[in-house]
């Protein structure tokens, strides 16, 4: 009897990759973690590391310094690697990246991976869209995944409630352009414009500008201060790998190539999307306001405009 093990890839170690890494080995999502970095004394510190962490667990779990070689049977590999960071705009790291999309593309082909990629590398829906282009295997950008995590949270700490009760998403580009879908906010399953016209005087003090000044802005103030965001990536990206291995149907704001969606096609994206085995499994599109859906548009339109450069 063959007992199938759950294997997964991360490219890049830097901040980014080894939180997902850490993510993964904590929360025993994983059963074979390889990782993958051109500064291999760091690759093999981090391994040291996290083994150190698994001593812990009651999983038992390999941890392997590995190539490309090694990953051909992987079912999914994180895409972490990156060049400088710059601390502007997102769209600002495109050229540098895929200089190193490029390489890891043509490996990734060589060694005949077909399993699941997740992308993180920014511009996050740019790299993923032009990545879905270099492999056959499909592709997946976590998107706004984090930035609505955010703005989940944001939202909690102004209503004084969990964040796991409330429903809200930032759709669009990872960016400066995202757009966060104020008018399909719900609690609990109920719009919070309803809970407004029943609950008088209990939600009026919202203040939505303030909300979007800082979800938008939060990863830049987290990486003016010590550099990169790395705590709140490793998390939803290992949320995201737990959807995909149970095969959960979970809806999760991800970047996906949208087919009509909005308007728009030919474009990666981020809207609700289904999560199954192989990633996108489908996409639900909420009701957006006529203004939601004017910035969504130009926020594709950014983004197509960026992906034709380098296509």
């Not at 001593?55 to 590995?66: I, K, R, S, T, V």
């Not at 949320?239 to 190539?257: F, K, N, Q, V, W």
Request: aromatic share 6%; charged share 20%; hydrophobic share 40%.
């Amino acid at each position: 009897m063959s007992i199938q093990r759950r294997k997964v890839a991360i490219i890049g170690v830097g901040r980014v990759g080894s939180h997902v890494a850490s993510c993964l080995v904590t929360r025993s999502l994983v059963d074979d973690l390889v990782l993958i970095d051109t500064d291999t004394q760091k690759v093999q510190s981090h391994c040291q590391d996290l083994a150190d962490a698994t001593a812990f667990l009651d999983h038992n779990m390999q941890l392997e310094c590995g190539s490309y070689d090694d990953i051909s049977d992987a079912d999914i590999v994180v895409l972490a690697a990156s060049g400088p960071i710059f601390k502007e705009n997102r769209l600002e790291e495109l050229d540098s990246n895929i200089e190193v999309v490029d390489e890891i593309a043509s490996q990734l082909s060589r060694v005949g991976f077909n399993g699941v990629i997740i992308s993180i590398t920014n511009p996050c829906d740019v790299v993923a869209q032009y990545l879905s282009t270099k492999v056959s295997a499909p592709v997946i950008g976590t998107g706004t995944l984090l930035d609505s995590a955010r703005f989940r949270s944001a939202l909690s700490r102004e209503l004084h409630m969990s964040p796991k009760d409330i429903q809200a998403y930032s759709l669009g580009e990872h960016g400066d352009s995202q757009v966060l879908a104020f008018s399909a906010i719900s609690i609990m399953g109920k719009p919070l414009t309803e809970w407004q016209q029943e609950c008088v005087g209990h939600f009026e003090h919202v203040d939505f500008v303030k909300i979007e000044k800082e979800v938008i802005g939060a990863g830049w103030d987290i990486v003016m201060g010590k550099g990169a965001t790395e705590f709140g990536i490793g998390s939803v990206t290992a949320e995201l790998i737990d959807a995909i291995y149970r095969d959960s149907g979970r809806i999760l704001p991800c970047s996906t190539l949208l087919k009509g969606e909005y308007g728009q096609e030919g474009v990666y994206a981020s809207i609700p999307c289904v999560i199954g085995h192989m990633g996108v499994r489908d996409t639900m599109p909420i009701t957006l306001s006529a203004h939601e859906q004017n910035q969504f548009v130009k926020s594709c339109d950014i983004m197509r405009h960026y992906f034709q450069q380098i296509s």
